[in-house]
């Protein structure tokens, strides 16, 4: 069994800056690519950020330059961190990881979501 716990979504005001965190726990041999995708309301899930075993990173092009992403192994931890927010930013961020178990079996696993509300 593999959990994986999202944290850090709130309220902020446009131009402010939020870190999102997720922790992955569980049954977890290895963990290869981690990321985050977003869903607003009434849109389609999308990805925003995510980032492989060897640190490459892929970038939505509307975070481009203001979001980075970010992964602790030690700690099977992913962040995103988030600056100039725009209110179309607003949206549920979802964590995502690719994890190989000791079954030899690889799963994609998702959190339950955090809410990030952009808004004067």
């Known amino acids: 069994q593999v959990q994986v716990v999202e944290s850090g979504g709130g309220l902020v005001q446009p131009g402010g800056s939020l870190r999102l965190s997720c922790a992955v726990s569980?049954?977890?041999?290895?963990?290869?690519?981690m990321g985050w995708y977003r869903q607003a309301p009434g849109k389609q899930r999308e990805v925003v950020a995510d980032?492989?075993?060897?640190?490459?990173?892929n970038y939505a092009n509307s975070v481009k330059g203001r979001f980075t992403v970010s992964r602790d192994n030690s700690k099977n931890m992913v962040y995103l961190e988030m600056n100039s927010l725009k209110p179309e930013d607003t949206a549920i961020y979802y964590c995502?990881?690719?994890?190989?178990?000791?079954?030899?079996?690889?799963?994609?696993?998702w959190g339950q979501g955090t809410q990030v509300t952009v808004s004067s």
């Open positions: 995502n990881a690719y994890v190989l178990v000791y079954s030899g079996r690889n799963y994609r696993y």
């Open positions: 980032i492989t075993s060897g640190d490459t990173t």
């Open positions: 569980g049954s977890i041999f290895r963990i290869d690519a």
